[in-house]
């Protein structure tokens, strides 16, 4: 099975502002809102690495831990809004992060495969840290990651 790449942002816009703030960041065009229910948003173009197409879809975080028990944090709990890289895999999902660190957009971010491991964050004013292979964005793994994401909120 392929790995799944999510780009999570904490950010009080909307959905459709956020999709805007892409498609000018990322090169990307062709909005199909609501292709996926829940205000969904599907935006594809040209890879960034010059190679094939890129696809995103832009929604809400439904992963969050509203309620989360002690120990059930999770670092993405304060990222309302998930980018899933459709195309391209892990190379294009941290060329999707690394465009989107550096557009000056001033939101904090991670970069999660599999919706289990941390791969990077970047925070604004702060940088860009990458995570040692293995490092799951639940609380076991607090200590690798507190820091570097936006605050959480313990159960």
């Not at 790995?3 to 942002?9: A, K």
């Not at 956020?18 to 040209?46: I, M, N, T, W």
Request: hydrophobic share 45%.
């Amino acid at each position: 099975m392929a790995e799944e790449y999510g780009v999570f942002l904490d950010t009080g816009l909307g959905l459709g502002e956020v999709a805007e703030q892409l498609k000018g960041a990322l090169g990307l065009g062709a909005s199909l809102e609501g292709s996926g229910g829940d205000g969904e948003v599907g935006l594809r173009g040209p890879g960034l690495s010059g190679v094939g197409v890129l696809g995103v879809s832009v929604h809400r975080n439904w992963h969050v831990l509203v309620d989360a028990e002690v120990g059930e944090a999770q670092a993405i709990d304060p990222y309302g809004v998930q980018v899933d890289v459709l195309d391209g895999g892990g190379d294009e999902a941290r060329a999707v992060f690394e465009r989107l660190a550096g557009a000056g957009l001033g939101m904090a971010m991670l970069l999660v495969e599999d919706v289990t491991y941390l791969v990077a964050a970047y925070l604004p004013d702060v940088g860009t840290h990458y995570f040692a292979a293995g490092v799951s964005m639940d609380e076991p793994d607090i200590e690798a990651w507190r820091g570097w994401v936006s605050e959480v909120r313990m159960g």
